[in-house]
């Protein structure tokens, strides 16, 4: 409760919950469970685990379209993306990517989905796969630095952090091409773009 500061609920959810978002709508809440291969569904008005979706191999992190009929679901373990159905709350689709994918963010139109694909210790990975919305395939695969973890969209550009390379990497969505990296600080996980922000 952020008037008290203090915690009023605890959900129940899958395996190891790990990445979530909020639907565009707010009405609920999708958390990866990475250890059981599912999405748990929590209505956000009664704090209740609503449904448990199935996905696939080490789901990681969530992404709505902004109008909340599909979310997307990063599948570390398969090099892929999981495409789900909000109104059925089923598996439509599965969209081969890099690998090891993270972070998944679509564009304000809904017609892209870009995903980090972060790779692993012992195969790391420096790319970065574009989703079309309307096809469910892999329009283009960007090189960015050492593992792209954290992805942020504004309508002029996707940002990208770069875990291992301490960097940032904005890309141009027009031309889907890094046009600057930022060297940042260690480790840089999550991003967020704040719309409306001064320069």
Known sequence: DLASYEVVGTVTTGVYPHGQ?????????????????????IDTGTLTEVARIPVGSAPVQVGFLPDG??????????????????ASRAVVAKVAVGNGPVQVHATPDGRSVYVANEGFEDEPSDTVS?????????????????????????????????????????????????????????????????????D
């Open 21 to 41: 978002r909020v639907s565009p709508q707010g009405s609920e809440l999708y958390v990866a469970n990475v250890e059981d291969g599912s999405v748990s569904v």
């Open 69 to 86: 009929s599909r979310a997307y679901v990063s599948l570390r373990a398969e090099d892929a993306v999981a495409v789900i159905d909000t």
């Open 130 to 198: 574009v989703i079309d919305t309307a096809t469910n395939g892999v329009v283009a695969t960007i090189t960015v630095e050492d593992g792209p973890h954290g992805v942020s969209v504004s309508d002029e550009a996707v940002f990208v952090t770069n875990i291992r390379a301490d960097s940032l990497s904005i890309i141009d969505p027009d031309t889907q091409s890094v046009t600057a990296t930022v060297p940042v600080g260690d480790g840089p996980n999550g991003i967020v773009y704040i719309s409306g922000a001064s």
